[in-house]
């Protein structure tokens, strides 16, 4: 087996500028919206929930893989609230399999089974390193992982990101026609 201090992982890059570029392109036309459209709602309103959904956003896309030589955790960031999100850590020696399970969207994840617990922990699988970290998975448990696969492909993502960029220059035409009515 091979000797392991201790390994983080973080969130693919490609993945958090992905959606972090989404939500802004989603979210920010609403209050320049609003006001042109004297909407019951109050612009100031809207700019605060919008700060607020993009901090939970970046919360929960800062979450960490640690592994060392005794187990696996998933952390998050300590100012970003547990009842959002809440990280998890096993024993290597605890984990008993991995089960596969199918996504309402027809994907697969993988969920770590282990002897203690009847929880089911989801194996993380947007970070960057995912294959090294299933090699480390196989060194420390021993369950066969040749057939996990990340459960998006890079180029979704990037496929993703560009349509972000043609609706975030709708975007700034909206704005731009908003602001100048």
Do not use: H
């Amino acid at each position: 087996m091979m000797a392991l201090d201790r390994s983080t992982f973080r969130i693919s890059p490609l993945v958090q500028i992905t959606l972090i570029s989404l939500y802004i392109a989603l979210t920010v036309p609403l209050p320049f919206l609003a006001e042109v459209t004297n909407a019951p709602i109050s612009s100031n309103v809207l700019w605060i929930g919008i700060a607020v959904g993009l901090l939970v956003l970046v919360g929960a896309l800062s979450e960490r893989v640690i592994v060392n030589d005794s187990q696996i955790k998933v952390v998050y960031p300590v100012w970003f609230p547990a009842f959002f999100r809440k990280g998890w850590s096993l024993n290597w020696s605890d984990i008993k399999d991995l089960k596969l399970r199918t996504t309402g969207q027809g994907g697969l994840v993988y969920y770590f089974i282990s002897e203690n617990s009847d929880q089911a922990y989801l194996l993380p699988m947007r970070i960057a390193g995912f294959s090294y970290l299933v090699r480390i998975v196989t060194e420390k448990t021993g369950i066969d992982t040749t057939d996990i696969r990340p459960l998006s492909q890079p180029w979704m993502y990037l496929i993703l990101l560009i349509c972000t960029f043609f609706l975030l220059l709708m975007d700034s035409w909206t704005i731009w026609t908003a602001m100048n009515v």
